[in-house]
């Protein structure tokens, strides 16, 4: 058995988790609602203040579905409750961020401002100059969106200028050096 999918997800006080035909399911909480269908071979039962998932068969696609689902699930209450972060930090010399309603402006270097708005559901705030943060309820989104802003100007190896997780290590290398 899946020792992941065999678990099952404790639903908090304020969160109600319903399950429609096709597997769609709705988690309502605090900090909003999320809504998705999820594989339709798995069973998913809502028992007390618990979610139970359970696969028909031990075929290799459904062992592989069985923790998924339940992960998706726990994500889901997880997002209602506290919502997910990510934490962007902008390195270099004249790199900065700036945030005006909706719209993130990104000064990193190139001959113009790089602008960005958030997506639906998702705000990105700015810490100072150079700390995002990313905030939302769906996890999928604001990795998503996180990495977007990240790819805007990745991290190089020489000086660790651009943007990056707060969390990742940039792997330095060392510059080249002059003849005597």
Request: hydrophobic share 35%.
């Amino acid at each position: 058995m899946s020792r992941i999918g065999r678990m099952p997800i404790a639903i908090p006080a304020g969160v109600t988790v319903e399950v429609a035909e096709n597997n769609k399911v709705t988690v309502k909480g605090p900090k909003g609602t999320l809504v998705r269908v999820l594989p339709s071979e798995m069973e998913i039962k809502v028992e007390g203040a618990e979610v139970l998932v359970s696969r028909p068969n031990d075929l290799k696609k459904m062992k592989s579905l069985h923790g998924l689902t339940r992960t998706l699930i726990h994500n889901m209450v997880v997002g209602v409750t506290e919502g997910f972060e990510k934490k962007l930090e902008v390195n270099g010399v004249g790199y900065r961020a700036a945030k005006s309603g909706k719209k993130l402006t990104l000064n990193l270097g190139y001959s113009h401002p790089v602008e960005m708005i958030d997506p639906e559901g998702i705000e990105a705030v700015v810490e100072g100059q150079n700390v995002i943060i990313v905030k939302g309820i769906d996890k999928e989104k604001v990795g998503q969106y996180a990495a977007e802003i990240r790819d805007k100007r990745r991290p190089e190896p020489y000086k660790g200028k651009g943007i990056k997780y707060a969390d990742e290590t940039i792997r330095r290398k060392v510059g080249k050096t002059g003849k005597k």
